[in-house]
């Protein structure tokens, strides 16, 4: 979503437009580009002529050439067909007609000779597929032009954004106060200092004042002398440069506006604009520029209001940052950098309003998740000690958790929060499993008498523990099984399911590691406290 200045004119934003597209469809990973400029006549989409809107059809990452093959059941009625082609299909794939570009990676055995580096080569590719992240870099640094400032973003999520919040980008700035002019000024302030902040990678400030206007400012003296009234010039003025409806055409229920005006070519500059003949009562023609002052003047290219106040908006795209540090940064430098006159002020707004909300709201479901795991462990041991030693075993699940956002580089989200309060439940399960048959095989030793000595505990805890291993892995196991498709797609809605899979597939292993090693041993110190006391 480009932006460029206010008051660009019809034909550069249109030449503008085709540049883009045209440069965007040299790289091989896209296969259709459509540009939109300007907005159609209704309301529901107020989109001034310089605001941009070009949506990106990407290719698979490998395109194939397919053709038809003859099988020995082609021939065959297809409800007997259909079972056998899926097992030897009539499609097969041939030559490949497109390929995403590769990006060569640095491996530890890059240089050593080929003969050593085979096998290394083939569990580690020392190519891979560009990433969006980088196709979009590479895209930004292709259609940088003067005046143009760069939105990457998804459509559908981009609509979203716009009808709840406004703003278009992750971040944005929402400037509040009486006057366009110092709002025009704060926000240029802005863009000034937050284009160098780590973490920016496009912002741009709406000029609020940028637009060009028309004027005419009819001189009631000169008309006088040609015998002309006012409303003889405006007339004039409405419809041979704005354009005026003298009729419509019926076409079957549908009506059509005639509209009349002089062709463009007439009316495309000022000095064309003061040519325009006036006739008068007498009969002559008079130009336009005799009878009014003809000027341009800058003025409001659109003005918005939110809470009864004037506002002015600022565009900020990331990169390489999460929405929550890259306020905090901007914040810091804002207040250090941009003093606010009396009266204005500002509030961060777009995908940030969400954070804070669904921060707000986390704040509240992770304690009260705790509290109600807690409550069902007390529920189902109807001891203390045995829930604590439990609920010990979620900050190991959440330091695996942390560490597979970390090799995956998410940034912490909303989805990430959710994948992490359903491993609390997941962690809780596996300490359960293991602490079930640690209780078992005590209390069935305590009932034959056979626990009378340090060691009988040990002995006990070992029967417990290593002989029960395979139920606490296979219940693992099926966990991780049943999140392997979702850490895997690459389907619609895959990037945030993976990032509520991601916690849950970390956390369930370092857990399991805990349940296996810790637990045992803690339960251990706690019975022979038990037992010392007794």
Not at 465 to 484: N, Q, S, Y
């Amino acid at each position: 979503m480009p932006t460029t200045l206010p008051g660009i004119s019809i034909t550069k934003a249109k030449e503008l437009l085709q540049q883009t597209d045209k440069i965007i469809m040299r790289f091989p990973e896209v296969k259709t580009t459509l540009g939109k400029i300007g907005r159609a006549e209704t309301s529901t989409d107020p989109a001034p002529l310089s605001m941009i809107e070009t949506v990106i059809t990407l290719r698979p990452k490998v395109e194939y050439e397919m053709f038809e093959k003859e099988r020995f059941f082609s021939n065959w009625p297809g409800w007997v067909k259909n079972p056998l082609t899926w097992i030897l299909p009539e499609q097969v794939k041939g030559k490949i007609i497109h390929e995403w570009r590769k990006k060569k990676i640095e491996r530890f055995f890059s240089n050593w000779p080929d003969m050593l580096k085979a096998p290394f080569k083939w569990l580690l590719p020392e190519q891979r597929y560009l990433t969006i992240k980088e196709l979009i870099e590479d895209l930004d640094r292709a259609v940088k032009f003067p005046g143009l400032t760069n939105a990457w973003t998804m459509p559908i999520k981009t609509r979203i954004d716009m009808l709840s919040t406004g703003i278009k980008t992750p971040v944005g700035i929402k400037i509040m106060g009486p006057d366009l002019a110092t709002l025009a000024d704060i926000g240029e302030k802005l863009e000034a200092n937050l284009k160098d902040l780590t973490g920016t990678l496009s912002v741009f400030a709406e000029r609020v004042t940028g637009g060009n206007y028309l004027d005419f400012i009819i001189n009631r003296d000169n008309i006088a002398r040609y015998g002309l009234l006012v409303q003889d010039v405006q007339d004039i003025i409405k419809t041979a440069i704005g354009g005026m409806n003298v009729t419509s055409t019926v076409e079957g229920l549908e009506r059509y506006p005639v509209n009349l005006r002089y062709n463009r070519e007439l009316r495309d500059n000022i000095d064309m604009i003061k040519r325009v003949m006036v006739p008068t009562p007498s009969g002559a023609q008079v130009p336009l520029t005799q009878l009014a002052r003809i000027s341009i003047h800058k003025g409001p290219a659109g003005i918005k209001s939110e809470n009864s106040k004037r506002t002015a908006w600022v565009y900020i795209d990331i990169k390489d940052m999460d929405v929550g540090t890259y306020v905090k940064n901007a914040k810091k430098l804002v207040d250090e950098k941009v003093k606010l006159p009396a009266g204005y002020s500002i509030i961060w707004s777009g995908q940030y309003e969400y954070m804070e909300k669904a921060r707000k709201t986390l704040n509240v479901i992770i304690p009260v998740t705790l509290l109600v795991i807690f409550l069902l462990l007390y529920i189902h041991f109807g001891n203390i000690i045995e829930v604590i030693i439990v609920m010990a075993s979620l900050p190991f699940a959440l330091l695996g958790g942390i560490w597979l956002i970390y090799l995956l580089d998410y940034n912490m989200s909303v989805a990430v929060g959710v994948g992490f309060i359903a491993l609390a439940g997941l962690a809780t399960e596996t300490g359960i499993v293991m602490l079930v048959y640690l209780d078992e095989v005590f209390t069935r030793k305590k009932r034959l008498k056979e626990m009378n000595s340090s060691t009988d505990l040990h002995k006990s805890i070992i029967e417990g523990a290593v002989e029960r291993v395979r139920p606490l892995i296979m219940t693992v196991a099926t966990t991780l099984i049943g999140l392997l498709p979702v850490m895997l797609g690459t389907g619609a809605g895959s990037q945030i399911m993976k990032r509520i899979a991601a916690p849950m597939v970390g956390g369930l292993i370092s857990s399991t590691v805990m349940t296996l090693i810790i637990i045992p041993v803690i339960y251990n110190l706690w019975k022979m406290w038990e037992i010392k006391l007794k």
